[in-house]
């Protein structure tokens, strides 16, 4: 929003002069030249050469003729692992020489004299020993974490005296487990004379200046690796290591962490019943849903996202709700459900299964995971389209299909049974199923698990052999043989038909295999308690 300084006088918010400071010229000067001074640190290269010369290799290699020399300066660089002649030109007093191409290569840099062709400087670089910075300026948890371990392979490779500019806000994920890394502030890169200095990024438009490769046609995470110079194979699916607290269980029950929310729309599950049927379904497995996102609501314009109803809410910013304490959260969780956004590669850091729903990237960017959720049958995959850049500033960008009927069908054709169906697969939720003995049917209508059901308990042969009769909106199926659980007021031998209406929130653990079975499936034996909901005390 921009202010208006065009108002009539006498209306607005009224005005009074700030308190000023009074400086005199020789403050002034001292105040200016000492920020001239920090700034041309990182301004001017670093490296003093001959004639006056200086170079180094911060943000690309960079020369700089001194004023008052007569002298003309023949200066070439090259790829010293391909040969390859990257810069051939003259330059003259007060010229300079800043290379467009940023990222990582292994320079041999030669300056002569252009009239007499006599080499002054042949200097092949070096990183071993030298002031290196890594930057980066993204406040992405994302991009953070998935480039991270590719700063720690280049520091090992270079042996160099690494320091990494980062957001304050991520840094306490890294600082005390990577302790031959020194972690500053921004504002600290200016006042370091640094030998060679490395920005990771992209540019949405795919161009080659800070990037060797279309970043869109890759892996995400290998972006660091790339800029870097190191081969991203070696990093493929690796995790970097991250701080936070592993012995401090706070939740005794199982739970699942999801992260429902996302920076872009875009990025969202936009299925309308996504969400609140695949966390109900999560409840009637006994499973406690906590949505650990840093906002219960976000979004832009007239379009705005909250988190599912059925989750508990765990959001928020701030003490006991930093990064670390989120990791220490989802560590303890069985699994993790969210989007192609930070808190699933926080997950993954983490080494817990992550079940990601994405439809407007490929596969293939983010980390790799079994779990991965995508409706290939339609429109999807325009992210890593070398055909579009991603505009961020359009939160529901969407290139192909904007303003049609097709807008964002790659998140809305992603149905709950997808989810469910992967979440199925996780080891950690079969086990959960196992412990607790419960069984589920090989297809689930999960249509059918988000409406009321009605049951009909009967009284059958013999005192605990009952049947349970499921009733929704489409099917009646019949269960035979089930023992169920009486207190004073409960089923005797002999009694009536007893109607009972469930609503889905309200089922306790072990009735979630009669609700899940479609019609037609095998009976299933399990134990049925008094319907009586336990307040939860945690």
Not at 84 to 111: D, H, P, V, W
Not at 272 to 281: I, R, S
Not at 285 to 309: E, H, M, N
Not at 492 to 497: D, H, I, L, R
Request: charged share 20%; net charge negative.
């Amino acid at each position: 929003m921009s202010e208006n300084t065009n108002l009539p006088t006498g209306q607005g918010v009224q005005s009074h002069p700030a308190p000023v400071s009074v400086s005199t010229p020789d403050d002034i000067e001292r105040r200016l030249g000492e920020m001239y001074r920090r700034l041309n640190l990182h301004l001017e290269p670093s490296i003093p050469g001959p004639d006056g010369i200086t170079f180094d290799f911060n943000l690309g290699v960079r020369v700089k003729i001194p004023y008052g020399t007569n002298r003309r300066y023949r200066v070439q660089y090259w790829d010293s692992n391909s040969d390859r002649l990257m810069f051939n030109g003259c330059l003259k007093a007060g010229e300079r020489l800043q290379s467009t191409q940023r990222f990582y290569r292994n320079i041999l840099l030669r300056i002569s004299d252009e009239d007499t062709q006599k080499v002054l400087l042949l200097h092949k670089m070096e990183l071993k020993d030298r002031i290196v910075i890594v930057h980066l300026p993204v406040e992405t948890i994302g991009d953070t974490i998935g480039w991270f371990h590719a700063i720690e392979l280049f520091r090992e490779k270079h042996q160099c005296k690494l320091f990494v500019a980062m957001s304050d806000k991520i840094r306490p994920l890294f600082e005390s487990v990577y302790p031959e890394i020194n972690f500053i502030y921004r504002e600290e890169m200016l006042s370091i004379h640094s030998y060679a200095h490395y920005e990771l990024g992209v540019k949405f438009d795919g161009s080659s200046d800070i990037l060797p490769y279309d970043w869109r046609m890759s892996p995400l995470h290998w972006v660091g690796a790339n800029i870097l110079g190191i081969d991203p194979h070696t990093i493929d699916n690796v995790p970097p290591k991250i701080a936070y607290d592993t012995t401090n269980r706070i939740i005794n029950k199982p739970y699942v962490c999801i992260g429902s929310l996302a920076s872009g729309g875009c990025k969202l599950w936009l299925n309308p019943y996504g969400w609140d049927t695949v966390v109900d379904f999560l409840k009637r497995c006994g499973y406690r849903v906590l949505d650990i996102d840093a906002q219960k609501i976000c979004g832009t314009g007239i379009a705005w996202q909250k988190i599912p109803s059925g989750a508990e809410d765990w959001t928020g910013i701030g003490d006991g709700k930093t990064l670390s304490d989120r990791a220490a959260l989802i560590h303890h969780a069985d699994f993790f459900i969210g989007l192609g956004s930070g808190l699933s590669w926080l997950a993954w850091a983490c080494h817990k299964p992550v079940v990601l729903i994405s439809g407007f990237s490929q596969p293939f960017c983010e980390f790799y995971t079994p779990y991965r959720v995508i409706e290939t049958g339609v429109c999807h995959g325009c992210f890593n389209d070398p055909q579009y850049s991603f505009d961020a500033s359009d939160s529901f960008w969407c290139p192909r299909n904007k303003n049609t009927d097709m807008h964002l069908i790659c998140s809305r054709a992603i149905t709950p049974e997808l989810v469910i169906n992967k979440i199925r697969q996780i080891p950690a939720f079969k086990q959960h199923l196992e412990n607790n003995g419960i069984r589920i049917g090989d297809s689930l209508n999960c249509e059918m698990t988000a409406k009321p059901m009605s049951f009909s308990i009967h009284q059958t042969t013999t005192k605990d052999d009952i049947s349970v009769t499921q009733t929704d909106d489409h099917n009646t199926t019949n269960y035979d043989n089930v023992t169920v659980c009486r207190d004073d007021n409960g089923v005797t031998e002999n009694s009536s038909p007893i109607p009972l209406t469930i609503a889905p929130g309200d089922l306790p653990v072990n009735q979630l295999s009669d609700l899940l079975v479609q019609a037609g499936s095998e009976p299933i034996a399990t134990e049925i308690p008094t319907i009586k909901q336990e307040p939860n005390n945690e």
